[in-house]
């Protein structure tokens, strides 16, 4: 079998050995210097991401992902390559469901250096701040869903943090969805900048109500053999959207989270009681600390987040990545 000219040029040549700290002989081609240990870690997050947004099975996921958070490791230099461990057992959905509460339990006990720390490895590890500042460029706050370009902004902005399904290709029918979601439920939102915990009962009745007019709106398709289905938001897609009209007063979820808080059918009452959850670890917090929630951010080294979204950070570095 004939090769490609630059792939057999370099079958051909002899390769220089250089040994590394693992006592592993690595070809010369590796250049650790092209990509960084946090760009992997990023791309990973983001294939990841798309598996989930497949909607594959947790042990198909898992296959996918087996293995690559050791080559990352020794990409970087910080590993010793061993014979692999057995398996671990999946954990029983009543282990998994009480994963969240023990998280925000954990949260509630930790100091102010350790919290930090974790929120260190999300900013390190997630990459996904980039992509908001990208949307923040244009919204320079909460997005206006009434304005078109904040409606772009915002369906490449959750493109990038892992919504694929919402294809580029139907931007014009997601953006009018979106635009008719807004126009019949944008005024029962609370007012920009109220807080995740100073929202009421009537307020998160209005959101649980919002959230599920969203999360099953069709707001794209899909191409399958000999036909064309449409394609709701979904829940992951509907958090986020909520986030970046009100990033004060809700932050996303994804579908390890969900699980993780026993609410995997996810809906608007589920995600309601999520965000009574978050808001009362946050008062916990904020109290331990003898500050006011919104002063929370600064304090653990994130001031460019709200305190909803250090939240957000927190869980996905503990559930989402296990980090």
């Given at each position: ?11 051909n040549?002899?390769p220089s050995?250089?040994p590394d700290?693992?006592?592993?002989e690595q070809?010369?081609?590796i250049?650790r210097d092209?990509w960084?240990g946090v760009e992997l870690?990023?791309a990973?997050?983001?294939?990841e991401?798309?598996l989930?947004?497949?909607r594959?099975?947790?042990?198909v996921?898992?296959a996918?992902l ?5 080559f990352?490791q ?6 010793t390559l061993?014979?692999a461990?057995?398996?671990?057992p999946r954990a029983s959905?009543?282990?998994?469901s009480?994963?969240g509460?023990?998280?925000l339990?954990e949260?509630?006990t930790?100091?102010r250096?350790e ?6 490895n999300?900013?390190?590890v997630?990459?996904?701040d980039k ?8 919204t320079a706050?909460?997005?206006d869903?009434t304005r078109?370009?904040?409606?772009a902004?915002l369906l490449?902005w959750?493109?990038a943090w892992g919504?694929?399904?919402?294809r ?10 979106l635009e008719q979601?807004?126009?019949a ?17 009537d307020?998160l009745l209005?959101v649980?109500k919002?959230?599920d007019a969203?999360a099953?709106?069709?707001a ?7 036909r064309e ?6 829940d992951?897609a509907a958090s ?5 009209v009100r990033?004060e ?7 390890p989270?969900?699980?993780?808080f026993?609410?995997?059918t996810?809906?608007?009452a589920?995600y309601v ?5 978050v808001?009362?670890?946050l ?5 331990r600390?003898?500050a006011?929630v ?6 653990l ?6 305190a909803?979204k250090?939240m957000d950070?927190y ?7 296990g980090?």
């Amino acid at each position: 079998m004939s090769l490609p000219g630059d792939i057999q040029n370099s079958a051909n040549r002899e390769p220089s050995i250089v040994p590394d700290n693992l006592g592993v002989e690595q070809p010369s081609g590796i250049r650790r210097d092209h990509w960084s240990g946090v760009e992997l870690r990023t791309a990973l997050a983001k294939f990841e991401a798309d598996l989930r947004d497949a909607r594959l099975k947790e042990d198909v996921i898992w296959a996918h992902l087996a293995g690559c958070e050791t080559f990352i490791q020794w990409f970087m230099d910080d590993c010793t390559l061993r014979s692999a461990a057995p398996p671990t057992p999946r954990a029983s959905e009543a282990e998994a469901s009480a994963m969240g509460p023990a998280v925000l339990e954990e949260l509630s006990t930790l100091g102010r250096a350790e919290i930090a720390g974790i929120l260190h490895n999300y900013a390190a590890v997630a990459g996904y701040d980039k992509s908001l500042g990208n949307l923040l460029s244009v919204t320079a706050g909460p997005a206006d869903l009434t304005r078109e370009d904040h409606r772009a902004a915002l369906l490449t902005w959750l493109r990038a943090w892992g919504c694929r399904h919402l294809r580029s290709a139907d931007n014009t029918r997601t953006g009018s969805a979106l635009e008719q979601w807004w126009e019949a439920w944008g005024k029962t939102l609370p007012e920009p900048g109220a807080l995740i915990t100073s929202l009421s009962d009537d307020q998160l009745l209005s959101v649980e109500k919002a959230f599920d007019a969203l999360a099953t709106m069709p707001a794209a398709g899909r191409r399958l053999p000999g036909r064309e289905i449409d394609v709701m938001f979904g829940d992951t897609a509907a958090s986020k959207a909520l986030f970046a009209v009100r990033p004060e007063a809700f932050l996303p979820w994804d579908e390890p989270i969900r699980l993780a808080f026993g609410l995997r059918t996810g809906g608007g009452a589920a995600y309601v009681l999520f965000l009574r959850s978050v808001a009362a670890t946050l008062v916990r917090l904020a109290s331990r600390f003898d500050a006011e929630v919104s002063e929370l951010p600064r304090l653990l080294g994130r001031p460019e987040s709200s305190a909803a979204k250090v939240m957000d950070e927190y869980l996905w570095t503990r559930i989402t990545r296990g980090l």
